[in-house]
């Protein structure tokens, strides 16, 4: 039985309320919308349009619905986590037990950073960066088509643990020896292990695919320093990812061979260090932070100077304060652990190299507003969520240098003042960023704007609950109340602990607001339609084609000769183009491969997590027959004729 | 009337605050912010003199954004032909100021961080005419271990000191990663297996100070709380005395049943074995498996990185 199924239990069933519930919830969630496809014959279409599809913009959308069902389920936890907070102090009740609490919040950690927040980074490189660089699609659409998969593989194992077996109860970075086999021999650990292998790995393809993209695939005339900023913000997030990922890979590796084989990398005894896996893990870790947040602010740059109307300040200086992030993100990453205890000077170093980042990003902040300076400032909804972001993002901001100074981090290190610096800049930054990149970028996809007003509403709830959810947290942090508890004996921390509660209700609506704006907003097409093209009046080369946009994205290769190309085309008159300008246009098959790998890592994942070896030794060899076969394929390629181009294109415009 | 409007709102905004304000703050005690010993009350100085000069960038920044956004906002009726500038995007003189001046305050809070990571170094002892009180930490699952192997006592979850007397703590751990902090007298610091970190404390005056564990290490973490008890000299005399003469004795049988994975109570116990403590931090070291790992080993000491790096090597020679 044992070698059929590994360790495969019917004890690993959810004994837990909350748990059976969701357990319950999430199969019968799936069931329906099974059902759903199968009722309306939509079975086809889904595959031959959506699951094999090797187009950027398609994929792009897929990691964007991913991600935001992720935020709900990340959501969610949060609810359940400040709930048990709010009702977990002296005389208070406990709402379900310890562990569930504890594999709550790291799931809500993982979840967030890997399925919320880089699924929407994905999902806005793939919608924008070979539309802004005036390419077809990104230079290895096969690879990107299996990223996503691979992708889909990690969330997939990640929701799975709550049907079957639990989670990991270690915090979203497991430290060991905590994960070890010695304090936690269960699935657990390993369904985070392999969740965040499987997508690592996804996300380092995808690293080194956009890094490819942008350096091989510009429109003719487009030299790096005419590119716009948020392509930069691309190529140097693309550089962190591959140079940071293959470390996430290499310390989950040696942690699952502790697991799996009996190492001793990192126990505690037989010669192994934890220390070496924290200091690894951040290795990664920080530059993650940098390579969630440097997107956004590229958004920023063509958001504000787009609603402004006028030209972003500071280019140059954009560029290089990018380029010092990048390379400042890491030199910095023993911040997260001062109070481990190492020496004055080992603390000093670091501490003052994190200060220094807030320099350049301190510099690019003052660009945006100089950007609004003198301009015309149009607050549509992209435009509101800046504003938020640059409220929230520079308290954050405020929380980080002050934590950057050892002695002081030695006083609120893994307190509540710490989960509310971090929140303060993923939320402000990262999530308020990506939110005002979907709105802006989205009828450039679909066809029809996003509703403004609902829009403005969600961001209004997003802030203002933000600031009630954590804010109080920082006066918790400066009390003594540490991370990750669920009950307390404090009285006096009862109302700030409510008040965050409250505050993650009125986020919830903002949520809701988010998601009624879709939704409303897909029942309101016709009136919301994007009839040019150009619905913001926009700067850059995405904005001249079509909305949506076509499967080729540009019908005739653009030619850039300056910053914001479109904006001067537009000023200096735009001119018909002529039938010999079409040309055939070579656009890569689309092919089930992709999924089928995908799949395949899921199998693995899961065989790795249950012991199940024959599984493992199969599901493996499957993933590398699969590449193979596509190696062996010499017609990747299909080629539009230019007249159907130029039909499809005048068809387009009118 | 529209002013009017105004102040009311702006009237019922400032109730809704203090209301809040008064329902968050009574009976709140912020111990970081009114700390009881000289480390953390440095360390709070520190944070409220480097809010203070980031201040001089954001509040500006802040201005700036709703001045600017009130300004040039598409729907204002009285702006005029002049106040839009679509092609003004450089300035080396505006650009420069903005590398600068946060360039300027980052290098004033570089050279507090230099000076302060060194004055406040956990490893440093405290200067005082009285001889600092030892305290070696244990970290259990799910409960802390205090040694005074001077006085021959130990306790668990809680942490008599006198006042005004330095407190060298060396902390270690028999459990996963967890980390050892009093926020009303400063410095948290991480306590690991086979290792031994240090720290230097003070309390300025007595008082009942609450300690935790900052970094997650199991089911009983929220637990895994103690209370120091800062007392005069006297009545710290005094408990020492009572102390010693506890019917509670901790010897390996003692610590064996601490060591399992449990909540524990507040307790004090005569110590028969001084070493206890080096024993500890040395089964880590010299045990290859984690079978082994509820057996203390003899002849452990404590061990400085160096060492620990040796000590490494050695077994991974014998490993093969």
Redesign the interface.
Known sequence: MSALLGRLDWSYLPSDPVTIGAAIGMPLALLFIVAAVTYYKKWKYLWKEWIITTDAKKIGVMYGIVAIVMLLRGGADALMLRAATALGGPGGTQLFD??TF?QVFTAHGTIMIFFVGMGLMFALFNIAVPLMIGARDVAFPFLNSMSFWLFFAGMILVNAALIFGGFS???WLG?P??TE???NPGPGVDYWIWSLQIAGIGSLLSGVNFFATIIKCRAKGMNLMKMPIFVWSVLVTTVLIMISFPMLTASLGMLSLDRLAGMHFF?????G???MYINLIWAWGHPEVYILVMPAFGIFSEVVATF??????????MVIALIAIMFLSFVVWQHH?F???A???V??FF??MT??I??PT??K???W???????????KAPMVWF?CF??TF?IGG?TG??M?????D??????MFLVAHFHNVIIGGVLFGYIAGLTYWFPKIFGFRLHDGLGRWSSYFWVVGFMLAFL?LY?L????A???????????WI??FV?SAVGVIVIGIGVALFVLQIVYSVWKRKTLKDTTGDPWDGRTLEWSVPSPAPHYNFAIDPVVSRIDEWWYQKQDGLQAPRAEDYKDIAVTKNTPLGFMIGMAAFVLGGALIWHIWWLAIISFIAIVLFAIARTMDDFTEHTIAAKDVMRMDMEARS | MKKYRVVIGVACVLVVLVAMGYFLLRGAHFDVLQPAGDIAKQQRNLLIFATLLMSVVVIPVFVMLGWFSWKYRASNKNTKQKDYKPEWHESKRLELLWWGIPAVIVGALAVTAWVTSHSLDPYKSIASSKPAVEIQVVALQWKWLFIYPDLGIATVNKLPVPEKTPIHFTISADAPMSAFWVPALGTQIYAMNGMSSQLNLIADHTGEFSGYTTNINGEGYADMKFKVYAKTEKEFDAWVKTATQSANLMNEATYARLVAPSKAEETSYRLVDTSLYQKIVAKYGHSMSGESSNHIMPNGSVMDDSKLESDEHVHSMEGM
Do not use: C, E, W
Not at chain 1, 404 to 408: G, H, K, R, T, V
Not at chain 1, 482 to 492: F, G, N
């Open positions: 310890t562990d504890q109860n270690g915090g430290y020896p905590l086999l010695q304090y126990t505690s005894d037989g010669g260090n934890p220390m402004a109307k006028k030209r972003l300040f500071g280019y140059k200086t652990f109070t481990m205890g020496g004055a000077n603390n000093a501490g003052i200060m220094v807030a320099i301190g510099v902040l003052f660009n507003i100089f950007t609004m300076y003198k301009g015309r400032i149009d607050f504003m640059a409220l520079t405020v240098v002050l950057s100074i050892p002695a002081i030695f006083q609120v290190h893994n307190s109080p006066a942090g400066l009390m003594g540490v991370r990750r508890l669920d009950h307390y004996d404090d009285p006096a109302p700030f008040v």
